[in-house]
């Protein structure tokens, strides 16, 4: 019983002292291009996307397995995507085809 | 006066011609076995929404779409949006890849299909030109969507006019989606 009770708050304050180690990733919109446009990555990080251009972008991964859509951003809008599974993907927008970047989540 | 009437008639007649005929729920079905007999290639997040999205495509197209090539004709792709699930402090609940968990409740149906004559039959100006796509919207029930505004599916659609305007299942495939 006390073994198991001393067991659980190891574990509990092991926690903050992993997630501290994930990164944020900052990524910019700036005249209509992801910047970085390659972008390595361990799972834990977060992108911190920001839109710091003029006009609406849409954050959107269309790669199966890590697929999902942030919505709109408009000029001065940040979102965040956490990158909890390894793999590669792409990051476009639907807005503008011809902005992408490529992620590379890492174990 | 008779000349006037004949005046009103002619534009009257035009505006009826003129008015787009794309994307009735009439040429769009709903297919209805989509759910047992489609192949469900991906699902896409939504946590701005706090929705999960399914994406279907029938068979018949799935065997012979290849990478790199514009779709079959007949290939009919449809979005099934479900509710994601919420946790009583109101935050979205992920699993342990950081996915949005899909709930049973299904928020409505968008459906898209190529076939030949579409496009002609839908005769709209360059900007909203999807070729042989033609797309329809339902209510959870099956229903026809009446309050979707389907003039905007072919704007937002245009964006992916490199890729057979999908946003999904081109790039899919081309990635190697198994067969
Ligand atoms: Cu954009």
Redesign the interface.
């Known amino acids: 019983m006390k073994g198991l009770r001393v067991a659980a708050l190891l574990t509990a304050s092991a926690l903050p002292a992993a997630t501290s180690m994930a990164e944020e990733i900052p990524v910019t919109m700036a005249g209509m291009a992801y910047a970085p446009a390659t972008i390595a990555a361990k799972i834990g990080d977060n992108l911190a996307l920001s839109n710091d251009d003029s006009e609406d972008h849409n954050v959107?991964v269309?790669?199966?397995?890590h697929?999902?859509?942030?919505?709109t951003q408009k000029p001065g809008e940040a979102r965040k995507l956490?990158?909890?599974?390894a793999g590669r993907f792409e990051v476009e927008c639907?807005?503008?085809?011809e902005m992408k970047a490529i992620v590379e989540v890492q174990q | 006066m008779r000349r006037q009437l004949i005046v009103a008639l002619a534009a009257g007649a035009a505006v009826a011609v003129a008015a787009p005929l794309f994307a009735t729920p009439d040429r769009v079905k709903l297919p209805e076995a989509y759910k047992t007999d489609f192949v469900l290639y991906n699902h896409v997040d939504r946590p701005d929404r706090k929705r999960v999205r399914f994406m279907y495509v029938n068979p018949e197209a799935h065997a012979i779409a290849e990478p790199g090539k514009v779709l079959p004709e007949g290939t009919v792709l449809v979005m099934e949006d479900h509710e994601a699930a919420v946790s009583a402090d109101g935050n979205l609940v992920l699993d342990k890849d950081g996915r949005l968990a899909p709930t049973d409740a299904l928020t409505g149906l968008f459906v898209m299909e190529k076939r030949a004559g579409f496009g002609a039959a839908n005769d709209l100006p360059p900007e909203k030109d999807n070729g042989d796509w033609d797309y329809a919207a339902y209510k959870a029930d099956g229903s026809p969507n009446t309050e979707a505004k389907l003039e905007n599916c072919f704007a937002c659609h245009m964006s992916r006019s490199g890729r057979d305007f999908t946003f999904t299942y081109f790039k899919n495939v081309e990635d190697g989606l198994p067969k």
């Open positions: 959107f269309a790669t199966v397995g697929a999902v859509d942030l919505g956490a990158l909890a599974k639907v807005i503008h085809p």
